[in-house]
């Protein structure tokens, strides 16, 4: 013991994402790793003592940017894949083609306001192109905001048809988002690209329809057609205005409530949703988009043990709600503080 000083054996080591050796082939990142210098000997456990992060993000996800719905004939069909329709936004880094403006982007909204402004605009004519969604209909819905109740609704615009919202669960909705033809982005080369999915996220949970389309609707007392009549009440709506189809939630515009960060140096020490290991904390998002999130232990806490009696480097990997990877901007630097417990004596080797 007597050859291990205290550059071998610090209280804390600080992690920085603008340190990692391969920021600079990266154009985003989720993860970095730090190369710690020197050999960290005998490390016995590993505490988060604080974590800086900027959430430099829009309100919705890229992933999570169609809004899907049933077109139906009468109030008593059951949905398939031919009455589905959709209105989507592009991903908020989209470039067009010259010329090109048959598109509406995700973009940061101030309100759900905002956002029902952009959906209009993109279910209306020239908002979409039916090439490269071929879901759209032009004209097809209208979204409405009541800002007194903070509701998002919409009804839907062709004579004589019934309208109803298709659920993030329902297996039209995520065949659908399956098929890479289905609707796809037109992009500045004049390549085509397959609008980014995560299966079972849509816009309809964002702006307060989030019934899964596999479940009983709350208020259809059982005399719904189907479950894929995602509505409250689970009936189909008629065209026009007098036939606003009931929301269940309301507007969520949160990009994600957590951040799980995981590190490679706690091995099977932690697991979090969807089976993954190397879990080290779960953050809470407290602040709004463009803020700094500024987690720091209450407590001596954050333990994680047994960690590898040598470190040389550490990993850490962000992720959000959806098990997505929280990408961020090179302009943005993540930093994590951890405190370290050593081995002593007889339990060095254990």
Same mark, same amino acid.
Request: net charge negative.
């Given at each position: 013991?007597?050859?291990?000083?205290?550059?071998?054996?610090?209280?804390?080591?600080?992690?920085?994402?603008?340190?990692?050796?391969?920021?600079?082939?990266?154009?985003?990142?989720?993860?970095?790793?730090?190369?710690?210098?020197?050999?960290?000997?005998?490390?016995?456990?590993?505490?988060?003592?604080?974590?800086?992060?900027?959430?430099?993000?829009?309100?919705?996800?890229?992933?999570?940017?169609?809004?899907?719905?049933?077109?139906?004939?009468?109030?008593?069909?059951?949905?398939?894949?031919?009455?589905?329709?959709?209105?989507?936004?592009?991903?908020?880094?989209?470039?067009?083609?010259?010329?090109?403006?048959?598109?509406?982007?995700?973009?940061?909204?101030?309100?759900?306001?905002?956002?029902?402004?952009?959906?209009?605009?993109?279910?209306?004519?020239?908002?979409?192109?039916?090439?490269?969604?071929?879901?759209?209909?032009?004209?097809?819905?209208?979204?409405?905001?009541?800002?007194?109740?903070?509701?998002?609704?919409?009804?839907?615009?062709?004579?004589?048809?019934?309208?109803?919202?298709?659920?993030?669960?329902?297996?039209?909705?995520?065949?659908?988002?399956?098929?890479?033809?289905?609707?796809?982005?037109?992009?500045?080369?004049?390549?085509?690209?397959?609008?980014?999915?995560?299966?079972?996220?849509?816009?309809?949970?964002?702006?307060?329809?989030?019934?899964?389309?596999?479940?009983?609707?709350?208020?259809? $007392?059982?005399?719904?057609? @189907?479950?894929?009549?995602?509505? *409250?009440? %689970?009936?189909?709506?008629? !065209? &026009?205005?007098?036939?606003?189809?009931?929301?269940?939630?309301?507007?969520?515009?949160?990009?994600?409530?957590?951040?799980?960060?995981?590190?490679?140096?706690?091995?099977?020490?932690?697991?979090?949703?969807?089976?993954?290991?190397?879990?080290?904390?779960?953050?809470?998002?407290?602040?709004?988009?463009?803020?700094?999130?500024?987690?720091?232990?209450?407590?001596?806490?954050?333990?994680?043990?047994?960690?590898?009696?040598?470190?040389?480097?550490?990993?850490?990997?962000?992720?959000?709600?959806?098990?997505?990877? $929280?990408?961020?901007?090179? @302009?943005?630097?993540?930093?994590? *503080?951890? %405190?370290?417990?050593?081995? !002593? &004596?007889?339990?060095?080797?254990?």
């Amino acid at each position: 013991m007597s050859s291990l000083n205290a550059q071998n054996r610090p209280d804390r080591i600080s992690l920085d994402a603008f340190a990692d050796p391969t920021r600079a082939a990266n154009a985003e990142y989720s993860s970095f790793t730090n190369d710690l210098g020197v050999a960290v000997l005998n490390a016995k456990r590993l505490h988060l003592l604080r974590a800086t992060i900027p959430i430099v993000k829009l309100q919705i996800p890229d992933y999570q940017l169609v809004f899907y719905y049933y077109e139906l004939p009468d109030a008593t069909t059951v949905p398939t894949s031919a009455h589905l329709k959709a209105v989507r936004l592009y991903p908020d880094q989209y470039v067009p083609p010259a010329g090109f403006t048959a598109y509406k982007k995700n973009i940061f909204f101030a309100d759900p306001g905002a956002l029902v402004a952009q959906l209009n605009l993109a279910a209306s004519a020239g908002g979409d192109n039916v090439t490269y969604n071929t879901l759209w209909v032009s004209g097809g819905v209208t979204f409405t905001y009541d800002s007194t109740r903070k509701h998002i609704q919409w009804y839907g615009n062709t004579a004589s048809k019934y309208y109803a919202n298709a659920g993030w669960n329902d297996p039209i909705v995520q065949a659908s988002q399956r098929d890479p033809t289905k609707i796809v982005t037109y992009n500045f080369d004049t390549s085509t690209s397959i609008q980014p999915f995560v299966i079972g996220c849509t816009l309809n949970q964002r702006i307060g329809y989030a019934l899964s389309g596999t479940c009983v609707p709350p208020l259809s $007392f059982g005399a719904q057609v @189907s479950n894929s009549i995602a509505n *409250e009440t %689970g009936k189909a709506k008629i !065209t &026009g205005s007098g036939g606003i189809v009931p929301h269940d939630s309301y507007p969520n515009l949160v990009y994600t409530q957590n951040i799980y960060l995981y590190a490679n140096v706690i091995s099977n020490g932690g697991l979090a949703n969807y089976g993954r290991k190397n879990l080290m904390a779960v953050i809470n998002v407290d602040v709004s988009s463009f803020g700094i999130v500024q987690f720091v232990t209450s407590y001596y806490g954050g333990e994680a043990t047994p960690i590898p009696h040598e470190l040389y480097a550490v990993n850490i990997e962000m992720r959000d709600d959806n098990n997505q990877p $929280f990408t961020l901007p090179q @302009s943005a630097n993540v930093n994590v *503080e951890l %405190g370290l417990e050593y081995h !002593t &004596g007889e339990d060095m080797y254990m």
